[in-house]
C-alpha cells in the first residue's frame, strides 16, 4: 500500500483518564472515564467518542466520493455513529458500531446502493470489517 497521509497522536497520563494531542497540535484533549465504565465522567472526551467521530465522518466522506462518482447529488447527508463498548466472553472488551445515514433528497433505493457502495470504500469499514458488529442503516 503507498500511504498518502499518516495521522499522528501521543496520549499521555492514566490512560483513559490522561491527554491525547496530535503531532500538529491540531487535537489536543483531555480525556474522561465515563461514569458507565466506572469513572467519574467529566467534561473529557474518551477513545469510543473519538472513534465515532472520526468513523462518522470518514464514511460520509466515503458516501460523497460514491455519489461522485455515480454523478448523484448528496447534498446534506449526515451519518450517525454509535460506538458501543462492552465486556468479551474471552476476556477484554469488545466494540459495535452502529451507522444511521441519511440522504435526503435521494430516492431510499439509490442511497440504500450509495451507502452499501460507502461501506465498502470507507477505511474505518474496511478495517472493522470481520472484526467488531457494524450495524449500516439508511434512515
Known amino acids: 500500500m503507498s500511504v498518502l497521509y499518516t495521522a499522528e497522536a501521543t496520549a499521555t497520563g492514566s490512560g483513559r483518564g490522561g491527554e491525547i494531542v496530535s503531532s500538529d497540535g491540531v487535537l489536543d484533549e483531555s480525556l474522561s472515564v465515563p461514569k458507565e465504565l466506572g469513572g ?29 462518482n455515480n454523478k448523484t ?17 474471552e476476556g477484554g472488551f469488545q466494540l459495535t458500531v452502529a451507522l444511521a445515514v441519511t440522504v435526503p433528497g435521494v430516492e431510499r433505493a439509490v442511497a440504500e446502493d450509495l451507502v452499501a457502495k460507502a461501506h465498502q470504500v470507507c477505511p474505518y469499514s474496511n478495517a472493522t470489517r470481520g472484526n467488531i458488529e457494524v450495524q449500516v442503516t439508511v434512515v
Open 40 to 68: 467519574a465522567g467529566g467534561d473529557g472526551t474518551n477513545p469510543e467518542q473519538l472513534f465515532a467521530a472520526g468513523y462518522a465522518a470518514c464514511f460520509n466522506g466515503a458516501l460523497q466520493l460514491v455519489a461522485r
Open 73 to 89: 447529488p448528496v447534498d446534506g447527508s449526515e451519518v450517525n455513529a454509535k460506538v458501543g463498548i462492552g465486556p468479551r466472553a
